[in-house]
């Protein structure tokens, strides 16, 4: 089957500009994450989805970054405008079931964004 | 909430030698424990896992036991080999929402 597919890989912007990532999750995996990877740390969730709605976002922040999945498959995570320490990797991964503790998450390729 | 503590890296070992890497955890419930791992240019993959007490996770050579009374989960390789190098990411894995928490990661390199 094929694995989560995140766009763009690489993305270069100036502070106070905007940018968009995308992801489309395994084919009928309901949870949706979305994380933060700071270079030498280990990835932050931002945002989780389960289906088409948002069940954990309390460490988005919510003045800058903003979330949807509108029809409950892929997803597109906004930041404007951007900062220097959005500097990161965002990742997403998905999960098949909720509730679950040992289902794995299979995470996507990631997209490293540098602000300048 | 929850955390995670992992040795501080990074990890140098010459082929063949034993690895350790240590993970201690908190959490909130009976987490799931996961190592992840992350290959040079590579995305996060799940090496092993272990779901409850005493539990042994196992994958590429690489073992885990989920230590519930010292909240540990420490992985362990008997003989690495080079293409082992890569970044280490300890998880419990917790709660209704299954979210998991990682911790710094470790950078381990394999010299021939």
């Known amino acids: 089957e094929a694995g989560v597919a995140q766009s763009p890989r690489y993305k270069i912007i100036e502070k106070r500009q905007s940018v968009a990532f995308w992801c489309n999750p395994i084919?009928?995996?309901?949870?949706l994450y979305w994380y933060q990877q700071i270079l030498g740390q280990g990835p932050k969730l931002l945002i989780q989805f389960q289906n088409n709605g948002v069940v954990d976002d309390s460490q988005l922040p919510k003045d800058r970054f903003s979330a949807e999945r509108l029809k409950g498959v892929d997803s597109t995570l906004k930041i404007q405008p951007a900062k220097l320490e959005d500097s990161a990797v965002y990742l997403c991964?998905?999960?098949?079931?909720?509730?679950?503790?040992?289902?794995?998450?299979?995470f996507g390729p990631g997209t490293r964004l540098t602000v300048l | 909430g929850d955390s995670v503590t992992q040795m501080e890296g990074p990890v140098t070992l010459s082929e063949e030698a034993f690895l350790t890497i240590n993970c201690t955890y908190t959490a909130t419930g009976y987490p799931s424990l996961f190592w992840y791992v992350q290959y040079p240019g590579e995305g996060l993959q799940l090496l092993l896992k272990a779901t409850k007490a005493d539990d042994k996770g196992s994958n590429k050579g690489f073992e885990a036991t989920y230590r519930k009374e010292t909240t540990s989960f420490h992985l362990e390789k008997g003989s690495v080999q080079v293409s082992d190098s890569a970044v280490y990411f300890c998880a419990p894995n917790t709660g209704a929402n299954s979210k998991l928490t990682f911790g710094k990661g470790i950078t381990l390199s394999v010299r021939p």
């Open positions: 991964a998905s999960r098949k079931l909720r509730g679950r503790t040992e289902n794995e998450q299979f």
């Open positions: 084919s009928g995996h309901a949870t």
